[in-house]
Nanobody
Framework: QVQLVESGGGLVQAGGSLRLSCAAS????????MGWFRQAPGKEREFVAA????????YYADSAKGRFTISRDNAKNTMYLQMKSLKPEGTAVYYC?????????????????WGKGTLVTVSL
């Protein structure tokens, strides 16, 4: 019922910035908690950041704190991830996801909807 499409990935130099977008369609996701996950080759998918339906509550993985900012524009049915001071270890496929439950439900096996991902490559 909800489709999520990520965009904004690409190649960036270490220390640079990139902004990812996640456009939702099918219905409004304004009441859904949403988040970003990432998966590097050979690694399990890991949590990056989450945001409540209203945008009033955010949560970040330790690896993202201070460098990444999650936000959303419910009028546009879109979520964003602003990434700054990117590091090579940030190279991964980044996925957006949504859950009909609260932000407390943010885990890889607990989401209701997933995008197909966008690749971010951080070079030295």
């Amino acid at each position: 019922q909800v489709q999520l499409v990520e965009s904004g990935g690409g190649l960036v130099q270490a220390g640079g910035s990139l902004r990812l977008s996640c456009a939702a369609s099918g219905r409004s996701v304004s009441s859904y908690a949403m988040g970003w996950f990432r998966q590097a080759p050979g690694k399990e998918r890991e949590f990056v950041a989450a945001i409540s339906g209203s945008g009033g509550v955010t949560y970040y993985a330790d690896s993202a704190k201070g460098r990444f900012t999650i936000s959303r524009d419910n009028a546009k049915n879109t979520m964003y991830l602003q990434m700054k001071s990117l590091k090579p270890e940030g190279t991964a496929v980044y996925y957006c996801a949504a859950t009909v439950r609260s932000i407390a439900a943010m885990r890889s096996d607990g989401m209701d909807y997933w995008g197909k991902g966008t690749l971010v490559t951080v070079s030295l």
